[in-house]
């Protein structure tokens, strides 16, 4: 367990990325928490030189919105950017890879080109209980449930 000490006002959550739709363009929001939520704050992209400046309201929330010309990130080339969202009491530091990803009809494009998904996808991973896997056991079994099946089958042979 850790414990982490906050101000008393922090930056509880935030959402920072590509506009959809858009390769030049970052939309999101942050979230203060606290007793004085009604604050300047920023928010930095050293390796751009990127800063912007924006306010929180009376609840906290502050709108981001911003031009950006960075690289994309993909699986062939992964690219990561440090974030630093500052409000005059709390500093938050991230790393964020930017990317845009479409979906029209049954194709999926990645930064504008098309993407092909090899595998499987099993949404309820323990299909005799149903829901997620909570352990190693529960995904393992995933695979047996062929054999459940069939040995059901024969016991009542």
Known sequence: MHLIRTANTYIDDYF????????????????????TTNQDIRIQIPE????YKTKSNKGGLAEVRFPL??????????????VIIQAHT????DEIGFRNIEVKGTSVSLNGRPVFFR?????????????????EADALCSGCLGTL?????????
């Open 69 to 82: 010309k960075a690289q994309l990130g993909s699986p062939e080339n992964p690219k990561l950017y440090k």
């Open 119 to 135: 595998g499987v996808n099993i949404h309820e991973e323990r299909p005799i209980k149903g829901g997620k896997a909570n352990s």
């Open 90 to 93: 709390d500093t938050v530091a």
């Open 16 to 35: 920072v990325q590509l506009k959809k739709h858009s390769s030049t363009e970052v939309l999101g929001w942050i979230k203060l928490n606290g007793s």
């Open 48 to 51: 751009l030189k990127l800063e």
């Open 149 to 157: 099946l069939s040995d059901t089958k024969s016991s009542q042979d």
